[in-house]
Nanobody, 116 residues
Framework: QVQLVESGGGLVQAGGSLRISCVAS????????MAWYRQAPGKRRELVAR???????DYADSVKDRFTLSRDSTWNTMSLRMSSLKPEDKADYYC??????????WGQGTQVTVSS
């Protein structure tokens, strides 16, 4: 079992920056990759950024060059630094982990609001 807890969401003006974090606990060694997803009202949940145990990262085209994903060496904490935020970045952001056995876990989400 893996538990994920997000933090750091809030209100920011367009063009501003915000960092959200995800703390993992439990069977961290079972994690093969971690990711941030987001879901805006009335829209489907979408992948924002993902990092594998091997260190590979992927970003959605809509956030490339604006968002930066990082994690600590123990895989205990993953953070997403969001810069040049736009109103369309407003969403609930969810931390997700994938496991070697193809399981997955989700956090409860943290809300990001961008005012124009």
């Amino acid at each position: 079992q893996v538990q994920l807890v997000e933090s750091g969401g809030g209100l920011v003006q367009a063009g501003g920056s915000l960092r959200i974090s995800c703390v993992a606990s439990g069977n961290i060694l079972s994690i093969s990759a971690m990711a941030w997803y987001r879901q805006a009202p009335g829209k489907r949940r979408e992948l924002v950024a993902r990092i594998t145990r091997g260190g590979s990262t992927d970003y959605a085209d809509s956030v490339k060059d604006r968002f930066t994903l990082s994690r600590d060496s123990t895989w205990n904490t993953m953070s997403l630094r969001m810069s040049s935020l736009k109103p369309e970045d407003k969403a609930d952001y969810y931390c997700q982990s994938s496991t070697w056995s193809r399981g997955e876990y989700w956090g409860q989400g943290t809300q990001v609001t961008v005012s124009s």
